[in-house]
């Protein structure tokens, strides 16, 4: 089956720095997402990483391991706007989204 | 009006209610996509319309009936649900629902009770 593993929660401190992991197994990969959603709004597109390797965009970056199955979205600097669920989503051979439940992410001062 | 728009933000009803959910996209986009989100689970794709078609009903139950008139807006008709059908409906839409990097935009959201 298809499935998308990620931690249901982390706590870090403001000014440090996160690394919010995500294993996958889909049915073919047509690349990993990831989504930040603060709580009672709307979804919002991070980044996209289908090549392995690193992509930095700011304060935060994605990483992509195709052969291990595993990605890895990088925080650094962290502000208290950050608290927010972190979604993980692999499109599979359908260019389905397969979604992982979400990394509630607690910043604290 | 931009980006992706639901109505209404929340709804509650019984289990013998008709309501409908309403979405409607500014991005000029060709797919639009039902989503159920219940706390601590993955998101649940529901339906996928690509150019007002229909393209994936995932084992959805009758009771929800979803309507594409056009590739600006899509409705989901709901009609006898059952409690634990309460969850947070996401609509979202995206330039069309086939090719690689097809980044999806996600409206807020309809909090739905059901009693």
């Known amino acids: 089956g298809q499935n998308i593993d990620q931690p249901t929660e982390m706590t870090a401190t403001e000014g440090a720095i996160v690394q919010i992991n995500c294993t996958y197994q889909?049915?073919?990969?047509?690349?990993l997402f990831w989504y930040q959603q603060h709580a009672g709004e709307a979804p919002t597109f991070l980044s996209y990483n289908v090549l392995d390797g690193l992509e930095e965009k700011g304060r935060f970056s994605s990483f992509l391991s195709r052969s291990k199955g595993y990605s890895y979205l990088l925080l650094k600097e962290l502000q208290m706007k950050d608290s927010a669920s972190y979604l993980c989503a692999a499109m599979d051979s359908n260019y389905q989204l397969i979604w992982g439940a979400g990394t509630k992410l607690i910043i604290k001062p | 009006e931009t980006g992706v728009t639901q109505t209404p933000r929340h709804l509650v009803m019984g289990m013998t209610n008709k309501k409908s959910l309403k979405c409607e996209q500014h991005?000029?986009?060709?797919?639009m996509y039902w989503y159920k989100q219940s706390a601590k689970k993955p998101l649940e794709l529901m339906f996928v319309y690509n150019f007002k078609e229909q393209t994936e009903n995932n084992s959805v139950p009758s009771r929800f009936s979803p309507e594409c008139p056009n590739s600006s807006h899509l409705f989901l008709h709901l009609h006898t649900l059952q409690p634990e059908d309460s969850a947070l409906y996401l609509c979202?839409?995206?330039?069309?629902?086939?090719?690689?990097?097809?980044?999806?935009?996600f409206g807020p959201g309809t909090r739905l009770t059901v009693l």
């Open positions: 979202a839409s995206s330039q069309e629902a086939q090719g690689g990097y097809n980044e999806q935009f």
């Open positions: 991005l000029g986009h060709n797919a």
């Open positions: 889909t049915s073919g990969f047509n690349g």
